[in-house]
């Protein structure tokens, strides 16, 4: 089924195609988004390799497209420190009805549009990396002039996971905080849990299955069960069991709570600079 319905002769210009430009590239390609409609900027031709194999227009440079064209769709996905030093190379890409999404942490509508200056239409969007695989969280934030827009970008990113919008730009600091950074987290946690089933003894090849299959399988439960997570958690902590023993060092004094914390407050606080 496609997600997102694009004109034949619509264009979607994709400037950064590394981790965050490629999950988005491959969630489109796999929800049907025309490769010939995607044009791709970016500096690594062993980015751009992969997607010319599969029909996507690829750039190294900004210098190689006409000016002629005309983009419905620019997405920017460069690092935000790029974004504030290059971005106006880009500039004469934007016409009055292009659409300009950019996904970068902290770099508000205002700067966009500061460094932008052809852009008229900007929309921010939060993805996180499991966009790749269809189960992102991205949250958009869209001035109130820019709502005929807001179906379009729906289209374009309700096919890579779940999508929410947020009406304050202040909220895209947490936002980017906890989905944005999140995966990392969730992944530090992953490892830190292999780490502890092989100092437990278990064999390597084992050690990893086992917790990994628990996260995956604990992550499934969370989403089908109609049980919160605390429930879930009560559900499985016999009084004196092995369970209540493992929790009682990890929920010790909420160390880990608020390390965890502090962790997403750090995130913020990251964004807030960039911004
Ligand atoms: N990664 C995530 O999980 C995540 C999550 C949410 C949002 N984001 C946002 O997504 C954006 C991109 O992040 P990323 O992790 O995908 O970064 P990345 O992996 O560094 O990708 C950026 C790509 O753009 C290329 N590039 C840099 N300058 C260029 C230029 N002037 N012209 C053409 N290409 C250029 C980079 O090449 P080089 O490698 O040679 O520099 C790289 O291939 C950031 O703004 C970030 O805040 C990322």
């Known amino acids: ?115 932008m200056t052809n852009a008229k239409h900007i929309i921010r969007v939060m993805p996180n990396t499991p966009a790749m695989v269809g189960k992102g969280v991205l949250v958009g934030y869209a001035q109130e002039q820019e709502s005929a827009f807001t179906n379009l970008v729906e289209g374009l990113f309700n096919s890579l996971g779940k999508f929410y919008w947020v009406t304050s730009e202040e909220h895209m600091h947490s936002v980017t905080a906890i989905s944005g950074s999140g995966p990392a987290y969730v992944f530090y946690f992953a490892q830190c849990f292999i780490e502890s089933a092989k100092a437990l003894g278990l064999p390597d090849a084992l050690a990893k299955d086992l917790a990994l299959e628990t996260l995956i399988g604990s992550s499934v439960l969370i989403d089908q069960s109609i049980d919160d997570v605390i429930k879930l958690r009560e559900n499985v902590t016999s009084p004196n069991g092995t369970t209540q023993a493992g929790l009682e060092a990890l929920m010790a004094d909420d160390i880990f709570m608020e390390q965890l914390l502090d962790c997403c407050k750090a995130a913020k606080e990251r964004s807030i600079q960039l911004s």
Do not use: H
């Open 1 to 115: 089924m496609k997600a997102f319905e694009i004109s034949a002769e619509s264009k979607i210009l994709v400037v950064g195609g590394g981790r965050m430009g490629a999950a988005i590239i491959n969630g489109w390609l796999t929800k049907g988004i025309a490769a010939e409609s995607i044009y791709l900027i970016d500096q690594n031709q062993s980015v751009l390799d992969g997607y010319q194999a599969q029909g996507v227009n690829t750039f190294s440079s900004v210098d190689q497209i006409s000016v002629s064209e005309s983009f419905s769709v620019f997405l920017l996905a460069l690092k935000p420190q790029v974004i504030l030093k290059r971005v106006g190379d880009f500039n004469r890409l934007i016409n009055k009805d292009t659409c300009l999404i950019s996904v970068a942490a902290g770099v508000t509508v205002n700067t966009l549009r500061s460094l």
